[in-house]
């Protein structure tokens, strides 16, 4: 059942590859670590999140807010998809929403977004969820060239290309699918101020720099969960 349509606006992938054993150590029974060229990805994931309303509201009744996450890539029986490990974002109705409807690991945050020069945006959250970690995040992205589809069987295209996301709740194992159309991406850059998400999961930084890419977003419909 389709229940939340939404738009996803001005998304940035910033994914490092890291070690498949560091992921699989994190993952719920049931859970496997997907890999590019033998590696696990994790990625920081700032956007916005536009007129996220009930299907077949009307789209002025929206809520818009910013959305900030630490995801990585999962298989389940061999169904690729989504792993979250945090989702951090700037409305507490949302947040208290999501939390109910899909069982994922949303916080409330003070966010702060504005447009940046050359297409740019800057990006800045503060957690302010109690009995969590705390996260403190500065960064500022922008595309470097027109955005296109992904290459066929490129990092991107593996990286952006999922439909399905994996969640615990209730001592069960869900999933949950997005509807949306391709996506279209850009290589981009991000130069970060501050990026706490990966201490606050319990990870150390990664080594190296991110591989990047960004997108001007896409409409979204949201179904229900389900049990896996």
């Known amino acids: 059942m389709r229940v939340i349509d939404m738009d996803w606006e001005r998304v940035?992938?910033?994914?490092?590859?890291?070690?498949?054993?560091?992921?699989?150590?994190?993952?719920p029974d049931r859970v496997d670590v997907d890999t590019y060229d033998g590696r696990a990805y994790l990625s920081v994931v700032p956007f916005l999140m536009g007129r996220v309303r009930p299907r077949y509201a009307p789209r002025r009744v929206g809520l818009d807010f910013a959305e900030l996450n630490l995801?990585?890539?999962?298989?389940?029986d061999g169904d690729p998809g989504i792993y979250f490990y945090n989702l951090d974002a700037a409305d507490p109705v949302g947040v208290a929403l999501a939390r109910a409807l899909f069982s994922l690991p949303y916080y409330r945050a003070d966010t702060h977004v504005e447009r940046a020069p050359d297409d740019g945006t800057r990006f800045e959250s503060t957690r302010t969820h109690d009995g969590v970690p705390p996260c403190e995040f500065a960064a500022t992205y922008r595309p470097t060239e027109e955005p296109t589809t992904p290459d066929p069987g490129s990092l991107t295209e593996w990286l952006v290309e999922r439909y399905r996301f994996y969640t615990e709740g209730r001592q069960r194992l869900w999933y949950g699918d997005v509807e949306h159309p391709s996506w279209?991406?850009?290589?981009?850059?991000?130069?970060?101020?501050?990026?706490?998400?990966?201490?606050?999961?319990?990870?150390?930084?990664?080594?190296?720099?991110?591989?990047?890419?960004?997108?001007?977003?896409?409409?979204?419909?949201?179904?229900?969960?389900?049990?896996?």
């Open 12 to 27: 940035c992938f910033a994914s490092w590859p890291v070690d498949p054993a560091l992921v699989e150590r994190s993952l």
């Open 184 to 228: 279209k991406t850009a290589d981009a850059e991000i130069a970060f101020d501050d990026n706490e998400l990966f201490a606050a999961n319990g990870f150390d930084h990664p080594a190296g720099d991110p591989h990047v890419a960004y997108s001007p977003g896409v409409p979204v419909t949201a179904h229900h969960l389900r049990p896996v």
């Open 71 to 76: 995801r990585t890539y999962v298989e389940v």
